[in-house]
Antibody
Framework: VQLVESGGGLAQPGGSLRLSCAAS????????MNWVRQAPGKGLEWVSY???????????YYADSVKGRFTISRDNAKNSLYLQMNSLRAEDTALYYC????????????WGQGTLVTVSS | SYVLTQPPSVSVAPGQTAILTCGGD??????VHWYQQKPGQAPLLVIY???NRPSGIPERFSGSNSGNTATLTISRVEAGDEADYYC????????????FGGGTVLSVL
């Protein structure tokens, strides 16, 4: 059971990056998923949420800090979660975690190791 | 937006009890989750729905939530408990979001 992020790297201000998260070992389609970020030396900040397959509509939420710039999506056939990041700013520099909402407990019970995004000229 | 307030740091001697607080407006009406994060590692869920422990979390970890304060209590603190601890709630009014507290650094003296 794991989540493995990829796609991080160095981007210029105003640029774009696409993060991916590969899920394995559990029925990905059944779980709500999130991106959570952590700036260097700082605390955790939730970024975005996407519902699992239990709804007829795709329910998505974003933090105000990324709304209109980031887009979360998922491909259940590929057991993958994505985050398209546009109009990047220096303050988006952070370690981005792929995170699963728990079905057995409350909160979030499975975290990837993160992928680092650095926005700098 | 909803704000969770945690003290930046708490220090405790080994074997003693650490009490970590998380303040929020009427937080007692919400479900609070707690995470432990050690250096270089991803966060780990240690308490869910205010006071429940996931499988594998020692009984030394307990939680409570009432009024404007949620509390994580770590009994018989060990050196291995030294970490950052974050509280979290789900906010469904005025938008939907997970909200984290700013985190508390637990130092074991």
């Amino acid at each position: 059971v794991q989540l493995v992020e990829s796609g991080g790297g160095l981007a210029q201000p105003g640029g774009s990056l696409r993060l991916s998260c590969a899920a394995s070992g559990f029925p990905f389609i059944n779980y709500e998923m999130n991106w959570v970020r952590q700036a260097p030396g700082k605390g955790l900040e939730w970024v975005s949420y996407i519902i699992g397959s239990g709804s007829t509509e795709t329910i998505i939420y974003y933090a105000d800090s990324v709304k209109g710039r980031f887009t979360i999506s998922r491909d259940n056939a590929k057991n993958s979660l994505y985050l398209q990041m546009n109009s990047l700013r220096a303050e988006d520099t952070a370690l981005y975690y792929c995170v699963r909402d728990s079905r057995d407990y409350g909160g979030q019970d499975l975290w990837g190791q993160g992928t680092l995004v650095t926005v700098s000229s | 937006s909803y704000v969770l307030t945690q003290p930046p740091s708490v220090s405790v001697a080994p074997g003693q009890t650490a009490i970590l607080t998380c303040g929020g407006d009427n937080i007692g009406s919400k479900s609070v989750h707690w995470y432990q994060q050690k250096p270089g590692q991803a966060p780990l869920l240690v308490i869910y729905y205010d006071s429940n422990r996931p499988s594998g979390i020692p009984e030394r970890f307990s939680g409570s939530n009432s009024g404007n304060t949620a509390t994580l209590t770590i009994s018989r603190v060990e050196a291995g408990d030294e970490a950052d601890y974050y509280c979290q709630v789900w906010v469904a009014s005025g938008g939907h979001s997970w909200v984290f507290g700013g985190g508390t650094v637990l130092s074991v003296l």
